[in-house]
């Protein structure tokens, strides 16, 4: 079982591509003994695999690890500095592909030059996310960042010919789903379940 002190100094560790034990244990600052307990667990909580002899990680992992750190109480503040936007990006990615979206991240479009961190498409109809890592979610500044996200996805449905397209906020800080101006801000653990009740939500994200 995941004891939260050990889950939260394995997150340094947690590094895509193939890793020995020695590796981790260096990146974690443990020894070797207690990098391969910390290793067994975060493979039995589907973190990591054993591959060719060496631990392999997926882009996601180290902001899953996060979430779940985060969710048994661990300080908010203490995980995200562990994190990098491209772990979140990741990880939303990810949460969309298994939900059968063709998805993309980091979109850049120019005249005028917008970017959009990961963009979902299914059945002709886009959601495109900014990711959110912030600290102190104010409401205002939430506020804002929706206006921004619409007026960014007014410009990608112009370029595109889709049948719409969902601005959302995903955050790692939030509780539950709520709605700004129609826009949903979503918290990353919700994120799966969201897409599942995607279409069944178009309405109330729609005008």
Excluded at 40 to 57: A, K, P, V
Aim: hydrophobic share 45%.
């Amino acid at each position: 079982m995941l004891n939260l002190v050990t889950l939260v100094k394995a997150i340094p560790g947690i590094i895509p591509g193939g890793l020995s034990v020695k590796d981790f244990s260096m990146a974690t600052q443990t020894g070797e003994d207690l990098a391969k307990e910390m290793l067994d667990n975060l493979m039995q909580n589907g973190i990591g695999r054993f591959e060719d002899g060496q631990i392999q990680f997926e882009d996601s992992d180290k902001l899953k690890t996060g979430v779940i750190a985060i969710s048994m109480g661990a300080p908010i503040d203490e995980i995200s500095r562990m994190l990098e936007w491209q772990d979140f990006e990741s990880l939303a990615a990810e949460v969309l592909e298994k939900r059968d979206f063709d998805t993309t991240k980091n979109v850049i479009m120019k005249n005028p030059r917008i970017q959009i961190d990961v963009v979902g498409i299914k059945s002709e109809v886009a959601i495109l996310i900014d990711c959110k890592h912030w600290n102190n979610m104010t409401q205002s500044a939430l506020s804002e960042a929706v206006k921004k996200q619409i007026i960014r996805t007014k410009q990608f449905i112009l370029k595109h010919k889709l049948r719409g397209a969902i601005p959302a906020i995903v955050t790692l800080y939030q509780h539950s789903v709520q709605f700004i101006d129609k826009v949903p801000i979503i918290p990353i653990h919700q994120l799966d379940s969201f897409c599942d009740e995607f279409y069944g939500n178009l309405e109330a994200m729609q005008d």
